[in-house]
């Protein structure tokens, strides 16, 4: 079994959220709670290589079980619920927990400037995408505010929107040079 090749795979992961979890809790601990419960629940139960890594990503506070192959993922899913520390835990396929909401995929377009309106995103987004909502302003929250001041969330140049499919390949701008910031329409333009 090529481990390196399995663990590259997001398709063999499953998703262990990580809130309600104590923080020190270990990897073992948790591979041990899914191979004795996988066991007492009496369905197909885990072997002891069908899961090879368990690892805690803080990014998205939740803990990641590395699956050898789709049936050894199968068999985990199956459980649907794990207990740890006196409290069930829901286990997901991590693909679907992160790519798909109830409204679609959250589409996010950042850095335009504040005189580009949602009507010619919207036009620009149904280009590339089948949308579902239309394209909304997002708001800054003041985070430091002074004591007894209330500061209104601020608008930014951030827009987003949710989509149900893409239509087209959109590749990823980290920065775009114009002649004229002020002309927007040559903004929307951009080859895709």
């Known amino acids: 079994m090529d481990y390196i090749q399995a663990g590259k795979n997001p398709k063999l992961w499953i998703r262990l959220p990580g809130r309600n979890l104590p923080r020190n809790i ?72 992160n790519i798909h909401h109830p409204n679609g995929m959250r589409v996010s377009i950042h850095g335009l400037p504040l005189n580009v309106s949602e009507e010619e995103l919207d036009t620009w987004v149904d280009s590339w995408a089948t949308r579902l909502t239309k394209v909304e302003r997002a708001k800054e929250k003041a985070s430091k505010a002074p004591r007894g001041c209330s500061i209104e969330p601020l608008w930014n140049g951030n827009r987003f929107c949710y989509i149900s499919k893409f239509e087209a390949c959109v590749p990823r701008h980290s920065v775009y040079e114009m002649d004229n910031p002020l002309n927007h329409g040559e903004l929307l333009q951009v080859d895709i």
């Open 26 to 97: 270990r990897p073992m601990d948790i591979g041990d709670e899914l191979y004795k419960q996988s066991e007492a629940l009496g369905i197909d139960k885990l072997s002891p290589g069908d899961v090879f890594s368990i690892q805690y990503w803080s990014k998205i506070d939740s803990w990641i079980i590395y699956c050898a192959n789709e049936m050894a993922k199968n068999k985990a899913l199956a459980m649907s619920t794990i207990v740890l520390n006196n409290m069930q835990h829901e286990l997901t396929d991590f693909q679907k927990t």
